[in-house]
């Protein structure tokens, strides 16, 4: 049972403009929430995170919205830039465990110039 | 530099044979953890540690074992057991129980030949 679902395997955009990637959980006991972005063969990197205490979190072009009601995030890349074409993996991790994270399948961002 | 370090990128195995990963932080992290990626798919947990001379099975642990006899250093040993040890594998370590980011090595490609 995937606790963490990215149902877009893959997203294109315009150089420029806005990159959307979205991200639904289903477990309601994850309080941290992250998002990584991986390129192949290489470890990832951490990006942005949100605690579910807040809806918005909010780093230069990147901008992460929580909606815990709905059980969803999403990754709000402004403007997108080539640079930014890697596969994003959405993650989450639970309070009172080992802050061990799980993570969604991944979305392969392209940004085309 | 602080890091987390795995050694080696690439690795070739014999079937039958069992295989050792390295691990090393200088992040002065509680807690590592190990992750698989297969293609498609997102990272699962192997197993993880949140103290010396301590560790837990994540969701995927059949086939593999780990020691944690310092703090920095966490090796996964994947055995004859384990059915389908082709993947790209993952260490990562964090303040233990903190929100927060982990942070990943650069992995290992294990290829079963």
């Known amino acids: 049972d995937q606790q963490v679902k990215q149902n877009s395997p893959s997203l294109s955009v315009q150089e420029g403009r806005i990159s959307i990637l979205n991200c639904d959980y289903t477990n309601s006991m994850f309080d941290y929430f992250l998002w990584y972005k991986k390129y192949p063969a290489e470890g990832p990197t951490f990006l942005i995170s949100i605690s579910s205490i807040k809806d918005k979190n909010e780093d230069g072009r990147f901008t992460v919205f929580l909606n815990k009601s709905a059980k969803h995030l999403s990754l709000h890349i402004v403007p997108s830039q080539p640079g930014d074409s890697a596969v994003y993996f959405c993650a989450a991790s639970q309070v009172g465990s080992a802050r061990q994270l799980t993570f969604g399948s991944g979305t392969q961002l392209t940004v085309l110039p | ?113």
């Open chain 2, 1 to 113: 530099d602080g890091g987390i370090t795995q050694s080696p990128k690439y690795l070739f195995r014999k079937e039958g044979q069992n295989v050792t990963l390295s691990c090393e932080q200088n992040l002065n992290h509680d807690a590592m953890y190990w992750y698989r990626q297969d293609p498609g798919q997102g990272l699962r947990l192997i197993y993880y540690s949140q103290i010396v001379n301590d560790f837990q099975k994540g969701d995927i642990a059949e086939g593999y074992s780990v020691s944690r006899e310092k703090k920095e250093s966490f090796p996964l040993t994947v055995t004859s057991a384990q059915k389908n040890p082709t993947a790209f594998y993952l260490c990562a370590s964090n303040r233990s129980k903190q929100r927060g980011e982990a942070f990943f090595g650069q992995g290992t490609r294990l290829t079963v030949v």
